[in-house]
């Protein structure tokens, strides 16, 4: 059994990544989705299980924060955040989040050494933040037992030079929380500054609904 594993697309399914759906028994999206005209394009492929995301707004109401099901004999859990998965993972062998759009991969040893889970993060296929790559995995499930494979997708010449390096959050939260004060918009805030407008959208939401709060207190409300 082949299944894609995709989180984070932001209103972004790329072409690499419908490529690789072909095949497969079971899709399934970490959240984040931003359309649902995304899970409607992969449900052509195979059936999808999703999420909600942070920014999955109206449309998405109706997904579950988190899923807990099986697959070709594996436990499955899913959501959007790590910091919202239980805290017994022992049941499952797999868990499985998205959000900070960085590809993980770590397994976690439980009592007795007589199993163990992997906790993945797919990373994020959609628009491509700061420098890091754009990924995705392909969980394969077989008689001989089952493997996770990291997926990279080449970026576009225009998405290689962002303005902002890697360790740059906290100076884009502080860019974002000064225009906003000024009462510039997203969309405006995003081009002057060359920042992804999704982002900027949820750092300033963050900063309006929290007054007070400051950069570092954004960054712990993102999971940063």
């Known amino acids: 059994m082949k299944i894609l594993i995709l989180s984070d697309t932001h209103d972004l ?3 690499e990544a419908e490529t690789l759906a072909p095949g497969c028994g079971l899709i399934l999206h970490a959240g984040d989705i931003s359309s649902e005209k995304v899970l409607k394009r992969l449900s052509e492929f195979a059936p999808v299980q999703a ?36 805290k017994d993972l022992s049941p499952y062998d797999l868990v499985i989040f998205g959000h900070s759009h960085q590809y993980a991969e770590a397994w976690t040893e439980h009592t007795g050494g007589s199993k163990r889970t992997l906790l993945l993060n797919p990373g994020s296929c959609g628009p491509r933040r700061f420098h890091q790559p754009i990924t995705l995995a392909i969980l394969y499930i077989g008689e001989d037992g089952w493997r996770v494979e990291r997926v990279d997708i080449p970026h576009t010449p225009r998405e290689s030079a962002p303005k902002f390096g890697p360790g740059s959050m ?3 939260i502080e860019i974002v929380m000064k225009e906003t004060e000024k009462g510039n918009g997203v969309s405006a805030i995003a081009e002057k500054h060359g920042m992804d407008k999704t982002l900027v959208e949820q750092i300033a939401r963050l900063y309006l609904t929290h007054p007070g709060v400051t950069a570092d207190g954004i960054m712990t409300k993102m999971g940063l």
Request: aromatic share 10%.
């Open 51 to 86: 999420v909600r995301g942070n920014n999955d707004k109206e449309w998405a109401e109706g997904l579950p924060l988190f899923r807990d099901f099986e697959a070709g004999g594996l436990r499955i859990f899913m959501t959007h955040k790590k910091k919202d998965l239980p």
């Open 170 to 172: 906290k100076k884009q």
């Open 13 to 15: 399914l790329r072409p």
